[in-house]
């Protein structure tokens, strides 16, 4: 059930009346009931497989976070009956057999989820990786690869549910005795196909605790979703046919075309993950949920850094917090942190730890974007990139010293566009799916000589009606990001008087309507993000 | 000021000379310290002063001062 089909919006339509009609204690349990029927009408593979991971995953989790609670709850009674009775190091210890407990149970739960998220998602990569050496050793023989279909949304809520592991492991919460309600936050239908991904303190309250009625949920949800409506159909599915033509047929659209490709591809990347982003938030808001917000006007960032704290935010902490963090602090890489400063010296020795630990968590970054080698090395580009910057702080805070360029305006200019052909180049492994093929691409911006003119902008499938439709579409983007700025755009719409409220609302409306890419016989295209 | 909180500004002034570390009380919050630097100051405390700040301990409330970052690491001090 595609978020732009009709399906969805008499779904959603329907899931809102009955939400705000029945009692309130009632309402989570709706939502488990429309979590199962979305899931059950957007089944991307045959059902009971498409449940058997999710059942799986909110099982596991349940047992494990419950014994991991219980532990704790054993700990900390323990230790208050025998407060007088023990001594220090008694109790260090008993603390430390505990705690060895439950680092056993949560790795337990983090082999089953992410287990069962490797052998879904990359035993046919490893596969192929594997063909590949033995092919290389001279090997005639070759692995069959399995027949394995991606479950909907598995990457999203197996992140959601590690995440809450590791927190009832850290005892920022205690686990879900009940494991319907733990159902609902492993599979709340508006975020499970392309996140956010939430954190179980930050969303389970809202879950469970619906709240009074109020008309302003509803009326700046359907706001929010038409936004994203708007983003999605207007923009991002106009595009799409363009992109989708310069990247097949790699022979014609070369040298310029390229750079015209990676224009296009980030607006339709942009308008189609943050439109779907803005249609999942605005469902929960009509529902009174509110959902992390996932991105802060990315193109308008300055480095490739700020870019990352900007983009796909839930997704960047997740790996900062659960991955990043944990690897970096580890005993593992605090000693590798001493033993490469005695043997490297302070200045190169204190970077291996931090840098091993920031190459491993791109290289995890870019293959949950894709099982092939064209996401690890955009993956490990992005690392590239990022630890080059750090190096050069020093640089940049000498040239910075040095001349009176920064905080103007043209400077930050420079270092937006910057920004973003660095983003832009990086993403055309992306877009090519293809290292060799990519680099040859990148490389034919500088050497092939493509004219883009009138003729072969229209051989791209636009019509000049949809370059037009484009453009206006991007600068009211650009705009509403600007006014976002210095607060919420729907905020600052509420204060002024209702005949002008109701013309940008019904206009947007009439835009999506009019100019909306669907109709008798279209299709509308899948969520880019809905694949990861 | 005691051992700790002077190692602790010492190492702070390493990675940010320009910052009032005595002064600002906002280091996570407005972005002043990132992720890289707080792995790098946890290495650098490990290494100073001997303590192991766990990956659940990175938290907002105590980075976001030197005043909080010494404490947590006294704390941390006291239970070994």
């Given amino acids: 059930m595609l978020f732009t089909s009709y399906n969805f919006i008499a779904f959603l339509s329907a899931v809102i009346i009955l939400y705000w009609l029945i009692p309130r204690k009632a309402r989570w349990v709706l939502l488990l009931v429309a979590d199962m029927v979305f899931y059950y009408f957007s089944k991307t593979t045959a059902l009971p497989v498409n449940l058997i991971y999710l059942v799986s995953t909110i099982v596991s989790t349940y047992i494990f976070t419950n014994l991991i609670t219980r532990n704790a709850n054993k700990e900390k009674a323990y230790l208050k009956a025998n407060k007088e009775s023990l001594d220090k190091e008694t109790k260090k210890k008993y603390k430390e057999q505990q705690k060895a407990v439950r680092r056993r149970l949560l790795i337990g739960s983090i082999v089953v989820n992410i287990g069962m998220l490797a052998v879904v998602k990359y035993t046919n990569f490893t596969i192929s990786n594997i063909n590949s050496i033995m092919g290389v050793l001279g090997s005639a023989h070759r692995l069959t690869f399995v027949d394995i279909a991606v479950p909907m949304g598995i990457s999203y809520y197996i992140f959601q549910t590690v995440g809450y592991s590791i927190d009832c492991y850290r005892g920022k919460t205690e686990a879900q005795k009940n494991i319907f309600k733990l159902a609902l936050f492993a599979s709340f239908f508006p975020q499970l196909v392309q996140g956010p991904i939430s954190r179980y303190d930050d969303l389970a309250p809202a879950l469970f605790e619906s709240k009074e009625f109020d008309f302003k949920y509803i009326s700046y949800g359907l706001q929010r979703i038409l936004w994203g409506f708007f983003k999605k159909l207007v923009i991002a599915d106009r595009l799409l046919t363009a992109v989708t033509t310069i990247i097949k047929d790699t022979e014609t659209y070369n040298g310029l075309f390229v750079v015209l490709g990676m224009l296009f591809y980030a607006i339709e990347l942009y308008c189609d993950f943050t439109g779907g982003i803005d249609i999942t938030i605005g469902a929960a808001e009509a529902l009174g949920i509110p959902l992390k917000e996932n991105f802060i006007r990315p193109y308008f960032s300055k480095t490739l850094k700020e870019f990352w704290n900007r983009w796909h935010i839930t997704m960047g902490t997740w790996f900062t917090d659960y991955i990043f963090y944990p690897l970096s602090v580890s005993k593992f890489m605090l000693n590798l942190n001493r033993s490469s400063r005695k043997h490297l010296g302070d200045k190169i020795g204190k970077r291996v730890p931090v840098y091993t630990a920031t190459i491993i968590v791109w290289f995890a970054t870019g293959i949950w974007h894709g099982a092939s080698w064209n996401f690890i090395v955009w993956g490990l580009g992005n690392c590239l990139v990022l630890l080059i910057s750090q190096e050069l702080e020093p640089f940049y805070r000498f040239f910075h010293s040095k001349t009176k360029v920064n905080g103007t305006r043209i400077w930050d200019a420079v270092r937006i566009i910057r920004t973003m052909l660095i983003v832009s180049s990086l993403r055309l492994f992306d877009c090519y799916r293809d290292v060799p093929l990519t680099f040859k691409m990148f490389g034919s911006i500088f050497t092939d000589k493509a004219v883009i003119n009138k003729e072969t902008l229209m051989g791209l499938g636009l019509e000049p009606t949809d370059y037009i439709v484009v453009l206006i579409g991007v600068i009211i983007v650009f705009v509403v990001s600007l006014i976002g700025r210095s607060g919420s755009v729907r905020d600052k719409i509420s204060t002024i008087p209702y005949w002008g409220k109701f013309a940008i609302w019904f206009g947007l409306f009439l835009i999506v309507l009019i100019f909306g890419q669907y109709g008798i016989g279209y299709a509308a295209s899948q969520f880019i993000y809905n694949q990861f | ?80």
Avoid: C, G, Y
């Fill in chain 2, 1 to 80: 000021m005691d051992d700790i909180k002077e190692t602790i500004l010492n190492l702070l002034t390493d990675l940010h000379p320009d910052i009032d570390f005595e002064q600002e009380t906002n280091l996570i919050d407005s972005k002043i310290l990132d992720s890289f630097d707080i792995v790098s100051l946890i290495a650098d405390i490990n290494d100073e002063l001997d303590v192991a700040i766990s990956a659940d301990k990175i938290i907002p409330e105590n980075f976001n001062s030197l005043d909080s970052l010494a404490k947590l690491v006294k704390e941390l001090s006291d239970e070994d």
